[in-house]
T-cell receptor, first 113, second 116 residues
Framework: AAGVIQSPRHLIKEKRETATLKCYPI?????VYWYQQGPGQDPQFLIS???????DKGSIPDRFSAQQFSDYHSELNMSSLELGDSALYFC????????????FGEGSWLTVV | AQSVAQPEDQVNVAEGNPLTVKCTYS??????LFWYVQYPNRGLQFLLK??????LVKGSYGFEAEFNKSQTSFHLKKPSALVSDSALYFC??????????????FGQGTELSVKP
């Protein structure tokens, strides 16, 4: 079965640079979530989209932005990168509905040096 | 606000013994509860969920969880642990928005170590 696809899997950026992460949800899923997981931490919710509209916002820095496109893929744009942005970034997708399972991608490792 | 707590940072069990990873929740209304497992440098894999119905939920890889409303708990269990079960386990609650569903709110995670 198709899973959530994230790219790139690893990237290294310098401070103050910009990074873009891409997420391709499971086909026909209408909702996408982005999470950030620091070392030894639980995943922290950043932002979500339903049918290409932002549906919820969490602890996403103002330096970050995201959007969902017409083909339902999503991109997380991160600017003015800081050392503290080094983390594993997850994308997840589901059908709208509280009882539906949310499926996660393998994550994108961002290292800021 | 919805929240879950995992009181144990680490659980150690011997292979072949039963294992329990604890989770308690605090929600308004009926909870939608989930367990995920994370292997090193990997994504979160769904194990099982409780939405409604039978309090004992069976999931992947022989795991099960018992929903206990009076104790507000949703402990993950397995009758016989395998070394390959060693991983980080997260309990999560769905942040429902008008029953349309919302983000998952995670517990702190419990590191399970199964020794041969």
């Amino acid at each position: 079965a198709a899973g959530v696809i994230q790219s790139p899997r690893h990237l290294i950026k310098e401070k103050r640079e910009t990074a873009t992460l891409k997420c391709y949800p499971i086909p026909r899923h209408d909702t996408v979530y982005w999470y950030q997981q620091g070392p030894g931490q639980d995943p922290q919710f950043l932002i979500s989209f339903y049918e290409k509209m932002q549906s919820d916002k969490g602890s996403i820095p103002d330096r970050f932005s995201a959007q969902q496109f017409s083909d339902y893929h999503s991109e997380l744009n991160m600017s003015s990168l800081e050392l503290g942005d080094s983390a594993l970034y997850f994308c997840a997708s589901t059908f709208l509905g509280a009882g539906n399972t949310i499926y996660f991608g393998e994550g994108s490792w961002l290292t800021v040096v | 606000a919805q929240s879950v707590a995992q009181p144990e940072d680490q659980v150690n069990v011997a292979e072949g013994n039963p294992l329990t990873v604890k989770c308690t929740y605090s929600v308004s209304g009926n909870p939608y509860l989930f367990w995920y497992v994370q292997y090193p440098n990997r994504g979160l894999q769904f194990l099982l969920k409780y939405i409604t119905g039978d309090n004992l939920v069976k999931g992947s890889y022989g795991f099960e969880a018992e929903f206990n409303k009076s104790q507000t708990s949703f402990h993950l269990k397995k009758p016989s642990a395998l070394v390959s079960d060693s991983a980080l386990y997260f309990c999560a609650v769905r942040d429902k928005q008008d029953n349309q569903g919302g983000k998952l709110i995670f517990g702190q995670g419990t590191e399970l170590s199964v020794k041969p």
